[in-house]
């Protein structure tokens, strides 16, 4: 994550980088890598900084998480807009959603999937993550958007959860993890899949 500084006032700046080495650290070495003193050593803030912005740990972990998802949600949300705006096809839309998945770090993956992992302990983060999966899979999402179909929201878990196997996958195995492959799935599942089935039993 680049430096803060410049963009934010000096109180917002710390803050700002307090997140963003609490980010590095849970990519390193997970949530249990974070402690206030590892994050000020990293962040290069005086020792007591970051309890001073975030008072618990879990507090610092909780925003963290809400600030990326928010930043990714938005970047995917622009995504989408542009989609429709160029009228792309659904091979283009797919290579642009790819585009988009490897300029990510996979760091900002790493802190998505350990807040899935710990969401049912911590009630605060239990609310962020449902936020971000209603994201993702809400009607008109970004993967169905790329699909363009109109009766495919349905869907939108279906894709998403490939995406997000991908993104653990290539946590794993950063060396094998192809995004030819991903392509090649996501525009077999968006022509395969049938319209909603809801709507066909409703009949």
């Known amino acids: 994550m680049s430096s803060p ?3 934010y006032a000096p109180g917002e ?8 080495a609490t980010v590095d650290l849970i990519y390193e070495s997970g949530i249990s890598g974070v402690t206030h003193r590892n994050v000020a050593k990293r962040a290069g803030v005086s020792p007591s900084a970051p309890s001073y912005f975030f ?6 972990f909780v925003e963290a998480f809400r600030t990326i998802m928010n930043n990714m949600i938005a970047s995917l949300v622009a995504l989408s807009e542009r989609i429709e705006r160029e009228n792309m096809s659904r091979e283009e839309a797919v290579d642009a959603y790819i585009d988009h ?6 760091k900002y993956d790493k802190l998505q999937f350990e807040a899935y992992l710990f969401a049912d302990q911590k009630p605060a983060l239990r ?10 899979h809400r009607p008109g999402s970004t993967l169905v958007t790329a699909s363009r179909r109109k009766d495919l929201d349905w869907a939108a878990p279906i894709l998403t ?5 991908f993104g653990l996958y290539r946590l794993a195995s950063p060396n094998h993890a192809q995004f030819q492959g991903l392509k090649i799935g ?14 066909a039993s409703d009949r």
């Open 127 to 136: 609310e962020e993550v449902e936020k971000a999966l209603a994201a993702t």
């Open 55 to 60: 008072p618990s740990i879990d507090d610092l």
């Open 161 to 165: 959860a490939l995406t997000d196997g």
């Open 186 to 199: 996501l525009l077999a599942l968006m022509e395969a899949l049938p319209g909603d089935p809801t709507s």
């Open 101 to 106: 998945a490897v300029k990510a770090a996979p």
């Open 5 to 7: 500084k410049g963009r």
């Open 13 to 20: 700046a710390r803050r700002a980088e307090i997140l963003a």
